[in-house]
Nanobody, 120 residues
Framework: QVQLVESGGGLVQAGGSLRLSCAAS????????MGWYLQAPGKQRVLVAA???????NYADSVKGRFTISRDNGKNTVYLQMNSLKPEDTNVYYC??????????????WGQGTQVTVSS
């Protein structure tokens, strides 16, 4: 079983910055991809940014140039540095991890979500 614990959300003014963190723990052999998603009320979760074990990144067009995703493989932790925040970035952000357990079975886990609120 793999658990994800997020931290770093909060309230910030437009133009400000926040850093989200997500630490994975449990019976982990490897984590292939870690990422952040957002979910607006009544809508499906959509990708914000993701990073592979090898460091390849992928970003939603809306955050390119403002957000930076990174990970510490030794700590099984992924970070999302959010700069130049806009009110439309307000959302609940969810951490996701996909990989293999110690039994070499695939897993996909979600964090509990962290609220990011950007005031104008």
């Amino acid at each position: 079983q793999v658990q994800l614990v997020e931290s770093g959300g909060g309230l910030v003014q437009a133009g400000g910055s926040l850093r989200l963190s997500c630490a994975a723990s449990g019976t982990i052999f490897r984590i292939n991809v870690m990422g952040w998603y957002l979910q607006a009320p009544g809508k499906q979760r959509v990708l914000v940014a993701a990073v592979t074990e090898g460091g390849i990144t992928n970003y939603a067009d809306s955050v390119k140039g403002r957000f930076t995703i990174s990970r510490d493989n030794g700590k099984n932790t992924v970070y999302l540095q959010m700069n130049s925040l806009k009110p439309e970035d307000t959302n609940v952000y969810y951490c996701n991890a996909e990989g293999l357990t110690l039994r070499r079975t695939p897993f996909g886990s979600w964090g509990q979500g962290t609220q990011v609120t950007v005031s104008s």
